[in-house]
């Protein structure tokens, strides 16, 4: 904290502006009431007013340099998804699960965008499995969503054929391309022989 003021009435005042502290001495004016600059620098402040030196009827001013100790903010991380990582807003396992993962995967790997051809896979795959990934026929061992013959087909894709959905709509999706061109084009064909 600075000294009380002097018996010759000079006034010391410290100002805090704009990053610098300024330290003025000054006489022959009406009392000024003191101003306190922050804790860290009160003893610099005191220094500087005492070795500015005062004289009658003149100002003396000094500047300080005043650091901040604010804490340096970081940066938040930043957080990208891509499509494996997207997250299906309906419960695993369900039509509506499959259908979700087969419409993006229709989309981006193969460009059918059209809701045509999303109508055509839905109603192949209504006929062939009610897109039940568990669905199996013991007569002639087809499994899954596309019920591939036989089920183990779907393994190229990945190991969990058996218990994951969106692997049986990968699968399904490349032997509809490589055999029928599209999904109404494999819709046409179970329409025409009731197989695909």
């Known amino acids: 904290m600075l000294s009380s003021p002097d018996p010759r009435s000079h006034r010391r005042i410290v100002v805090l502006a704009a990053g610098t502290l300024a330290v003025a001495t000054l006489s022959g004016i009406a009392p000024v009431p003191q101003v306190v600059a922050a804790p860290s620098t009160t003893s610099t402040a005191t220094s500087a007013a005492t070795s500015a030196g005062a004289i009658v009827g003149t100002v003396t001013t000094r500047a300080v340099k005043v650091t901040s100790t604010a804490p340096k903010l970081r940066p938040k991380p930043v957080v990208r998804t891509t499509s494996k990582t997207a ?50 026929n013991k007569t002639s061992g087809a499994h899954g969503i596309p019920q591939a013959l036989p089920g183990s087909k779907m393994g190229n894709v990945a190991p969990d054929w058996r218990t994951n959905p969106v692997t049986q709509v990968r699968w399904g999706l490349g032997y509809i391309k490589s055999r029928y061109g599209s999904p109404c084009g494999a819709w046409r064909h179970f329409q025409s022989h009731s197989w695909y």
Do not use: D
Request: proline residues 2%; aromatic residues 20%.
């Open 87 to 136: 997250v299906a807003p309906y419960a695993f396992g369900t039509a509506a699960y499959a259908q979700w993962h087969a419409k993006r995967i229709m989309a981006s790997r193969y460009g059918w965008t059209s809701t045509s051809q999303f109508a055509c896979l839905v109603n192949l795959w209504n006929r062939e499995s009610h897109w039940n990934y568990r669905s199996h």
